[in-house]
């Protein structure tokens, strides 16, 4: 059983939320989001707070009002708040580079990769080995940051690579470790 699906959202200050049948949208002062939600679910407004409840008590209902929950409180967190992912380059010559709406990426091979920013995300270098993801769509911002980590992943022997900010990489111990 979810507990998450059972929990109400309070809905912050300068948010409005607009419930349809299918539908839910969320305007703040960082944007706009909008989500479709399962006809398994109802999804109301009472006194300032968000209900998700079951039509039917099945598996798949409450499977889909913990998901549900989730990612509305994810929303109405984005439009109020706003999140941000940091990522880090380690290893000699790993830098990142904004320019205009792209990143060019430098991670150890023969050429510079360039990354298009995608509209709704702001993207900072606060030094030439640090960047900074924000924005107010959680999954934009996520797949974005996996993307650019996923041009160089940290390795396990030297732990070179794109990781994030407070990531811990298991190190492995090599050849050494066989003698």
Do not use: W
């Amino acid at each position: 059983m979810s507990r998450i699906g059972n929990r109400r959202l309070t809905i912050p200050e300068k948010v409005e939320v607009n419930v349809t049948e299918t539908d839910i949208t969320v305007k703040g002062p960082k944007g706009e989001l909008n989500m479709s939600y399962s006809p398994l679910l109802k999804v109301t407004v009472e006194d300032n707070e968000i209900v998700v409840s079951k039509k039917k008590d099945t598996k798949e209902a409450n499977i889909m009002s913990g998901t549900t929950n989730a990612n509305i409180n994810n929303m109405l967190v984005g439009v109020s708040k706003g999140f941000s992912k940091e990522l880090e380059a380690v290893g000699v010559g790993y830098r990142f580079a904004v320019s205009g709406n792209k990143i060019i990426v430098s991670a150890g091979y023969s050429h510079n990769v360039e990354v298009a920013i995608p509209s709704g995300i702001t993207v900072t270098s606060p030094s030439n080995t640090e960047l900074t993801i924000s924005g107010f769509d959680r999954q934009k911002i996520s797949e974005f940051a996996a993307n650019i980590r996923k041009i160089r992943e940290p390795e396990p022997y030297k732990g070179k690579g794109i990781r994030y900010k407070e990531e811990h990489i298991r190190r492995k111990e090599g050849k050494k470790a066989a003698k």
